[in-house]
């Protein structure tokens, strides 16, 4: 079945230092990748998204690109801030059957002044 | 902005006790779905819905788990008899699932359930 995999947490970043999430998958068809964040005692909230092969996803300082040779779809920011502080869920959906997302087990990034 | 809410916000119930956990999804939305995060770990996929029956569903849905969506705006979530396992957050979620890709889901605030 899809699976996805995410580099473990916590991770620890001083403001202003850049960010790379490690997200790769494991999926039988042409999934949708997304980056879904959680915010502390809040829900989830969709960070960014690609579709295709080599589309990039960015958002709120935020990009990922969509890479199929690899399998992977990383996050990466070049300089985070205090609040960029929160869990961050990478996930895919097929585009197959109901749509229904499969979550990494999340990152957790502090970001620290 | 259109979302999804989620009512009540935190349940307390008794092992043993049904629990119906409520959600409006957005209102031109297809698909909808249920997630669970129990504390510290991953979400997870608990069914999908749609045209008014289950889609999909995985193997934590068992018996114990129905859903409904009993009025054309509602979506409901009902746990029969509760375990102590259950203590979770539960998302609700809708999408519009449309096959050109954007079948980005918006996820409610969730509602904390604890048994205890």
């Known amino acids: 079945g899809d699976s996805v995999t995410q580099m473990e947490g916590p991770v620890t970043l001083s403001e202003e230092a850049f960010l790379t999430i490690n997200c790769t998958y494991t999926a039988t068809g042409y999934p949708s990748l997304f980056w879904y964040v959680q915010y502390p005692g809040e829900g989830l909230q969709l960070l960014l998204k690609?579709?295709?092969?080599?589309d990039k996803g960015s958002n709120k300082g935020f990009e990922a690109t969509y890479r199929k040779e690899t399998t992977s779809f990383h996050l990466e920011k070049g300089s985070v801030q205090v609040s960029d502080s929160a869990v961050y869920f990478c996930a895919l959906s097929d585009r197959t059957g109901s749509y229904q997302l499969t979550f990494g087990k999340g990152t957790k990034l502090s970001v620290i002044p | 902005e259109p979302e999804v809410t989620q009512t009540p916000s935190h349940q307390v119930t008794q092992m043993g006790q049904e629990v119906i956990l409520r959600c409006v999804p957005i209102s031109n939305h297809l698909y909808f779905y249920w997630y669970r995060q129990i504390l510290g770990q991953k979400v997870e996929f608990l069914v999908s819905f749609y045209n008014n029956e289950i889609s999909e569903k995985s193997e934590i849905f068992d018996d114990q788990f129905s859903v409904e969506r009993p009025d054309g705006s509602n979506f409901t979530l009902k746990i029969r008899s509760t375990k102590l396992e259950d203590s979770a957050m539960y998302f609700c979620a809708s999408s519009e699932a449309r096959r050109s890709g954007g079948t980005e889901a918006f996820f409610g605030q969730g509602t904390r359930l604890t048994v205890v």
């Open positions: 690609a579709t295709k092969a080599d």
